[in-house]
């Protein structure tokens, strides 16, 4: 059984301490555990987001959005097709906050097309960092616009795909949000920059996620790749 969240909406500090009986110590780490194996069940536990009907609530998560957390966790080059509102954006700020969260020395970088856009996003993972049990959070000892850094060392960064901010920084997990609308000389000068960081990197993961956008961009290029049977045409393994 979860264990009940009594102390929300709190950014834990560095030397934090609690003093609990030996019966709730033993609970808590059964249950980070249990968080730390099986993501879908730390987001459909402890995962909380701001619904415009429902308000703040733990999520619930469909079937093809538990595939999606799965997937995440077991392939390191993935790209993702799907249509607006269906979620896609809320599952791999899941996936960033569960990483950070449960995996030391873990640098994780999204870009999105708009900063605002890409602060939203951290606002989300923020949001659902701060509404976890005291217990699951790892201590904070960055919190600013941009970026996020835990005590375990791992960080949370976002960026504007057009900014220099990604370039030329080393970077476990990268998150290409709703890449079919860049320019292409942006898409291209971005690519070129930053892929090579992750490519070199055995357990280097690169997310890329977008509505369609049409035929002429590299995203339909590399979404193409993907779906090749023939594996000569996606030597990259996505």
Known sequence: MPIENKELSTIKKPGHVEYISREEYQQRIKEIIK???????????????????????????????????????????????????????????????????FHQDKRIMMLAQAETTALELLDRIKTGYE?????LKPACEEWNKKNVRFANRSTIQAFSSSSNGPRGQSMNVLILDEFSFLPKNIEDKLFASVYPVISQDPNGKIIIVSTPNGKNNLFYKIWSQAKSKDKTKNVDGW
């Open 35 to 101: 968080c730390r194996r099986d993501i879908v069940y730390f987001a459909e536990n402890y995962y909380r987001v701001v619904h415009p009907a429902k308000g703040l609530h733990i999520i619930k998560l469909y079937d093809v959005q538990k595939e999606f957390l799965q997937f995440l966790t077991q392939h390191n080059k993935i790209i993702c097709c799907s249509g607006r509102q269906q979620g896609k954006s809320t599952i791999y700020c899941i996936y960033a906050l569960w990483l950070a969260c």
């Open 131 to 135: 509404y976890l049990p005291s217990f």
